[in-house]
Nanobody, 133 residues
């Protein structure tokens, strides 16, 4: 069974940090670009970061650039999202998603991540992140 499972969410004060993890089972992530998405209450789901299959390309939404870092460990079949300097507006459910995409083009940034519409093949169930004092 092909599955993505997110973990690491929780409640954190403004200015704090969290590291989200995305574990793949049933398939290897070596051939997948991975995206992190979030959905705030009452808002549409948005893509906040992307990493290419080899990790050679990364992409960030302007709202998280300089605060979030995406990384991957293909040997462990894991992708991470390190989130620092968290703000209340970062609150939402965070999802990881995998696309069958070898190479760097999937996260090239030719089209801003905020406006692009690219397909992802597998989705996790999400993990809640709440930033509040």
């Amino acid at each position: 069974q092909l599955q993505l499972v997110e973990s690491g969410g929780g409640l954190v004060q403004p200015g704090g940090s969290l590291r989200l993890s995305c574990l793949a089972s049933g398939f290897t992530l070596d051939y997948n670009a991975i995206g992190w998405f979030r959905q705030a209450p009452g808002k549409e789901r948005e893509e906040v970061s992307c990493i290419s299959s080899s990790g050679g390309n990364t992409l960030y939404a302007n709202s998280v650039k300089g605060r979030f870092t995406i990384s991957r460990d293909n040997a462990k079949n894991m992708v991470y999202l390190q989130m620092n300097s968290l703000k209340p507006e970062d609150t939402g459910v965070y999802y990881c998603a995998a696309a069958w995409a070898l190479g760097t083009n999937y996260c090239s940034g030719d089209v801003p991540i905020e406006t692009r519409k690219v397909p992802y093949d597998y989705w996790g169930q999400g993990t809640q992140v709440t930033v509040s004092s």
